[in-house]
């Protein structure tokens, strides 16, 4: 029997209905989404795992998995190391998680799994590598983990995609669905919905009937949180959001649809849609929930090319690496006349299935138990993305020169340089988060 503990932060979330997550997500981040996915499935399937959830509210969570309440995650390890866990997973975010939790000695009585939601950076990287009792970091996508893949935490990391449940129900054909653009997400900067808003009107004079959804909130990690003067997003950001979509009186013109956080009732919305959006801008992007539940309800999606959605979109042909692209790349795909929808669904079937994800993660739990080493896909897919090819090289040499820095140092300081030296560059971009100190 293997004991181990999950942790989330749900505190402001606990007024959503996640009792029955077969229906889709209920309306919540795609972090508390995941983890209830695996502590359910786990719960429901492995009868040598036994599971507790450590939450900051009981109310409204699956009935079959064993919850345990408490204040913060400092409490919840505490509590978890009373109860005799083997093994607690948890998502290191420095938001909330300051670093000196982790250099508490009593740690050393559990093994530690972190859930690598985010991009880490090279110093909590060397950090999380020099921590006996830190045993696997679990990235969400495969080109997370190889871009730090000639860092030395590689060697403790692995990947496991977040998962969901997939319905084989028939989805609308995509001749029938109208012009309609879709975007799903939380309504903040970080979330890339302005750079949607201010393509809208380039849209518009190509596709003057095309309709804009706009699915969730400022309020989509936490209900508490206030409003602006629509009851749309954080006040300051509502104005930049609106500002592209506003007439002459001040109203939000009439292509454009805010809906709020909705549950699984957007899947209708999602049936009418021919094109999908997730995170225009992509920062911070390691998974893409919105992706996968856009292309099984049958849309054709396109957000930015990035580390993200190299993973989770099945057609990358769609993806752009510039942003100034996203208007006459929405055009594109408008006047497309079908989707590969039995392709998507087998490719999504095979790779984010609960029924592949959770057995992925037993898998890994197993291994933590029993000391093995994280195990690694030899095959080196999309070698050319990122200069991953590089990455590789770097790697096998410093298993011989190891004070050999990471090609992300490298990059950080020629971005810096750039910058200073007022380099124009508007197309150049660190490739994503880890690389800053």
């Given amino acids: 029997m293997i004991k181990c503990g999950f942790y989330?932060?749900?505190?402001?979330?606990?007024?959503?209905?996640?009792?029955d997550l077969r229906k889709g997500n209920p309306g919540i981040g795609g972090v508390e989404y995941a983890t209830l996915?695996?502590?359910?499935?786990?719960?429901l399937t492995k009868d040598d795992i036994s599971l507790t959830l450590y939450v900051r509210s009981s109310q409204n969570l699956p009935p079959s998995i064993h919850v345990n309440v408490c204040s913060d995650v400092m409490e919840a390890l505490v509590k978890s190391v009373n109860n005799g866990d083997e093994?607690?997973?948890?998502?290191?975010?420095?938001?909330?998680?300051q670093r000196h939790l982790l250099d508490n000695s009593f740690l050393h009585k559990l093994k530690i799994v972190l859930w690598a939601h985010n991009f880490y950076s090279r110093r909590y990287?060397?950090?999380?590598?020099?921590?006996?009792f830190v045993k696997a970091i679990v990235n969400v996508g495969r080109e997370q983990l190889d871009a730090y893949r000639d860092h030395h935490a590689f060697y403790k990391s692995t990947f496991i995609y977040n998962g969901l449940y997939v319905?084989?129900?028939?989805?609308?054909?995509?001749?029938?669905?109208?012009?309609?653009?879709?975007?799903?997400?939380?309504?903040?900067?970080?979330?890339?919905?302005?750079?949607?808003?201010?393509?809208?009107?380039?849209?518009?004079?190509?596709?003057?009937?095309?309709?804009?959804?706009?699915?969730?909130?400022?309020?989509?990690?936490?209900?508490?949180?206030?409003?602006?003067?629509?009851?749309?997003?954080?006040?300051?950001?509502?104005?930049?959001?609106?500002?592209?979509?506003?007439?002459?009186?001040?109203?939000i013109i009439p292509s454009v649809r805010f809906w709020g956080v909705l549950g699984p009732e957007k899947k209708q919305i999602l049936q009418n849609t021919k094109v999908g959006i997730p995170n225009p801008g992509g920062i911070g992007e390691t998974f893409g929930y919105t992706a996968v539940e856009m292309q099984l309800e049958g849309c054709l999606v396109t957000t930015i090319k990035n580390c993200g959605y190299m993973d989770t979109v099945y057609d990358r042909n769609m993806l752009y690496t510039d942003i100034k692209d996203l208007?006459?790349?929405?055009?594109?795909?408008?006047?497309?006349?079908?989707?590969?929808?039995?392709?998507?669904?087998?490719?999504?079937?095979?790779?984010?299935?609960?029924?592949?994800?959770g057995e992925k993660w037993y898998e890994l739990l197993q291994d933590v138990h029993t000391g093995k080493p994280m195990r690694h896909d030899p095959v080196?897919?999309?070698?050319?993305?990122?200069?991953?090819w590089l990455r590789e090289i770097n790697r096998k040499m410093k298993l011989l020169f190891p004070f050999l820095p990471t090609v992300a140092f490298y990059q950080y300081y020629c971005y810096r340089l750039?910058?200073?030296?007022?380099f124009p560059f508007y197309k150049t971009r660190l490739p994503v988060d880890y690389d800053k100190y």
Wanted: charged share 25%; proline share 4%; aromatic share 12%.
């Fill in 37 to 43: 996915l695996v502590a359910e499935w786990l719960s």
């Fill in 87 to 97: 093994i607690f997973v948890l998502r290191f975010e420095p938001l909330y998680l």
């Fill in 418 to 422: 750039r910058e200073k030296l007022c």
């Fill in 167 to 251: 319905s084989d129900e028939p989805v609308r054909e995509f001749g029938e669905r109208a012009d309609e653009v879709t975007y799903v997400g939380g309504l903040y900067p970080a979330k890339g919905v302005h750079y949607l808003t201010q393509a809208w009107p380039e849209v518009l004079s190509e596709f003057p009937d095309a309709k804009l959804n706009i699915i969730g909130s400022g309020k989509l990690y936490s209900r508490d949180f206030n409003l602006g003067t629509f009851g749309i997003a954080e006040s300051s950001f509502e104005k930049q959001l609106l500002e592209p979509l506003l007439d002459e009186n001040g109203d």
């Fill in 380 to 388: 080196l897919v999309n070698r050319n993305f990122q200069l991953k």
């Fill in 327 to 357: 208007s006459s790349k929405i055009v594109s795909l408008l006047k497309h006349n079908g989707n590969d929808m039995s392709q998507v669904r087998e490719y999504v079937k095979c790779n984010f299935s609960m029924a592949v994800v």
């Fill in 8 to 19: 989330i932060e749900n505190d402001g979330l606990k007024s959503v209905d996640c009792t």
């Fill in 125 to 132: 990287l060397s950090y999380f590598d020099s921590l006996s």
